[in-house]
């Protein structure tokens, strides 16, 4: 597939509280790869927000545990811009589990910094419909919950 012809598309990128100690080394690797950060934003999600924002997966066996992780620690959402920037993301992240990342796309960033399929350092949206929501949902919500705790962290 020709990327010359793909269009420019906003995607919502999440680091997740298993590699938030990581930011810095994944934000080099959006930077490295011809994203641009429209928008970004330390927060951690109260449990409540981490239910609504995986909401398509409510009833799910792994649910529960999903958004207890969620809300465990600080994350950082961000906003990024670049022709198909939906699927180069999601291929940059590489496969859900982060095993069957380190098999089969070992240089992706669940390869690096995830633990397994639960536990994956990253989140990317999956289309412009869900990427939009997301977008809507981390950065037109000014009281979502314990946000903007940016100021102090470390780039690790
Ligand atoms: P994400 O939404 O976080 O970018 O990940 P994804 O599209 O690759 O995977 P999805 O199917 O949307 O699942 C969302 C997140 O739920 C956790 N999960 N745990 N069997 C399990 O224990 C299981 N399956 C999914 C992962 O954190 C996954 O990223
Ligand atoms: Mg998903």
Redesign the pocket.
Known sequence: RSRVQDRVERTLA?V?PDAFKHLGKILNAISQSGFRINNLRVCQLRKEEAETF?A??RG???FE??TT??SSGRIAAIELVAPGAISKW?EL?G???SNKARAEAPNSIRAHFGT?????A?????ATDTAAEEIRFFFSQPSLGKCDLGRGTTLG
């Open positions: 999440m997740k995986y398509v997966h799910k066996p792994f545990k999903l992780f969620m999601r992240i496969p859900t589990d397994d399929g639960s536990f994956n990253v989140h990317g949206s999956d």
